[in-house]
Structure formats: structure tokens, C-alpha cells
């Protein structure tokens, strides 16, 4: 693959990530469509979208997904959709962010990965920037909506943590959309049933785009650029959501740019930057040492 592919597709895949939060807000905001309808269509037509790609390409065919992935990722979705209900699309987007590294990294440290100097520093920052975000004040966003997102982020880092070595991803992230279908159709049955549903056409759309183009081809293309990029590669440049995020709530949706989000965005960025680019450099040295030590013994 030419490097001007692989840079053109990962730009096309961070640019889908970041339209989830453009299009779930936009949704939300200025359509009568409710979350829980949204969260239906965005899995329904992610799941047939990336059905259809797997049908498609040729190649590995390991691993379906399971149940256990399935609901982390329905709980990632349902709350992703009802936080927006209340969150601006830059806010969410660095919560979310925020909290999917912090269950990452935190799992690390579970299983006996010790943090110490840059990555000890960068992993405090964060997570004091995501304390910051969250204080009380004038520009502090909404409690039960970031508690939300929070919630949403600690189901995707779940979620990607059971998705490594499980096979062949689009195949495996197309079963565990599929295995949502049910649960987010008893989730709009109970809404409805207790406090009725609304859809309209530019609500069904936003949640068709964001379900069949930013999650399901914006997957899709993610996962093709993926082996083409370095592991601190790949880590480091999703850093880019949140801040195209930040831009498009902006530009589309008129939204303020506070000094809270954006100190906020310095911090959580900045230190989940530390982490990971120090963890790979000190990979990498654990990688190439054994063959510097043979070559100096032959």
C-alpha cells in the first residue's frame, strides 16, 4: 500500500470517528428523534453496512464476534447517544476519548504494567484534566450526560481490549453489531413503552449515516489502513478525534470553544500522548534487543 493510501485512509477514518459525535449531536439537538431510536438505527444499519463488507472481501474469515463484546459494545453505544442528549460534540468526544485510554491503560496496570516517569506523569495528567473538565462551574458540562459518555468510554475500552486477536476485524466487528440488533430493539421497545419514541426523516438519516458511514465503512477502512501503520502510529493519531470533533461541533454546530475544553484537551490529550509513545518506545527497545545481543556475540 503507497503511503499517500495509507495516510488518505487514515485521515478518512479519523474524520468518521469524529462525525459519530457530529451526527449523534446534530441528531439529538435538531431533530425529534429520541436516543434510544437513534442508538436502533446506528446499529441496525452499522450492522447490515459491515455485513456486507464482510460478505464482500476476500481473505481471512477467523472469528464472528461473541455475546460478551456484543453488549460492551451496545453499552458504549446506548450511552454514547443519551449523553448526547445534553453534551456538546467536543465535550463528548474528549470524554469519551478520555475514558476508552484510562480503562486501556488502567487494565495494564491490573495485569502488572508499571507506569514510572513520562508515562506515570502523562497518565496523571490526563486523568487530572479529565478531574477538570468535570468541576463544578460556569462552563462545566452536564453531570448526567458526561457521566454517560464516562460510562460509554469504559464499554469501548472493554470492548477493544476482548477484540484483540480475535480474528479478522470487520468480520468479528460485524457479528457483534449484529448480535445488538436484539438488545437495542428491547431498549427502544422499553422506551417507547414508558416514555414514548419519536423519529422524523432528518433524525432516521443522521442515524443511518452515522450507523452505515462513520461506524460501519469508517470501520471498515480504519481496519485496511491499520496494518500499513506502526503501533505508535496508529495509537497517536487517534489523538486527532476529539480536536476534528471540537472543529466540526464548531463549524457545523455553532458550538463555544471554552478555556475549560480547552485546557481540559491539553491535559487528557497531551498525557494519554506521553503514555502511549513512551509504552511503544520502550517496546520497541525490548523488541530490538535480542538481536543486538546476538549480533555482538557472533
Given at each position: 500500500?503507497s ?11 479519523m ?47 477467523t ?7 456484543a ?46 516517569g ?27 450526560g ?33 448480535r ?9 421497545t422499553?422506551?417507547?413503552l ?14 443511518i ?20 501503520l ?69
Open positions: 500500500m503511503r499517500l493510501r495509507v495516510i488518505t485512509l487514515t485521515a478518512l477514518a474524520i468518521a470517528f469524529a462525525g459519530n459525535s457530529l451526527l449523534c449531536r446534530l441528531a439529538l439537538k435538531d431533530t425529534a428523534i429520541d436516543a434510544a431510536s437513534f442508538t436502533t438505527v446506528r446499529l441496525v444499519s452499522g450492522a447490515l453496512t459491515l455485513w456486507l463488507i464482510a460478505r464482500m472481501r476476500q481473505g481471512a474469515h472469528g464472528g464476534g461473541s455475546w460478551p463484546s453488549f460492551a459494545l451496545f453499552l458504549y453505544a446506548a450511552g454514547f447517544s443519551f449523553a448526547y442528549v445534553s453534551l456538546p460534540a467536543a465535550t463528548g468526544a474528549l470524554l469519551l476519548f478520555g475514558a476508552v485510554q484510562a480503562t486501556m491503560i488502567g487494565r495494564g496496570i491490573w495485569a502488572g504494567e508499571r507506569l514510572r513520562l508515562p506515570l506523569v502523562g497518565f496523571i495528567l490526563a486523568l487530572g484534566g479529565l478531574v477538570g473538565l468535570l468541576l463544578p462551574g460556569l462552563s462545566a458540562p452536564p453531570l448526567l458526561s457521566m454517560l459518555m464516562l460510562g460509554a468510554g469504559i464499554a469501548w475500552g472493554v470492548y477493544s481490549l476482548r477484540g484483540k486477536a480475535a480474528g479478522d476485524p470487520t468480520r468479528v466487528t460485524a457479528g457483534n453489531f449484529l445488538t440488533v436484539p438488545v437495542a430493539a428491547a431498549l427502544s422499553i422506551t417507547y414508558y416514555a414514548g419514541a419519536s423519529l422524523d426523516g432528518a433524525g432516521l438519516a443522521y442515524a449515516a452515522s450507523g452505515a458511514l462513520a461506524s460501519g465503512i469508517g470501520y471498515a477502512i480504519w481496519y485496511t489502513a491499520l496494518p500499513a506502526q503501533a505508535t502510529h496508529a495509537a497517536t493519531v487517534q489523538l486527532s478525534v476529539p480536536v476534528i470533533a471540537a472543529l466540526g461541533g464548531i463549524v457545523f454546530l455553532g458550538e463555544a470553544l471554552t478555556l475549560r475544553l480547552v485546557l481540559a484537551s491539553v491535559a487528557i490529550l497531551g498525557g494519554i500522548a506521553l503514555v502511549i509513545v513512551e509504552k511503544q518506545d520502550r517496546k520497541g527497545l525490548g523488541q530490538r534487543a535480542p538481536a543486538a545481543v546476538a549480533s555482538r556475540r557472533g
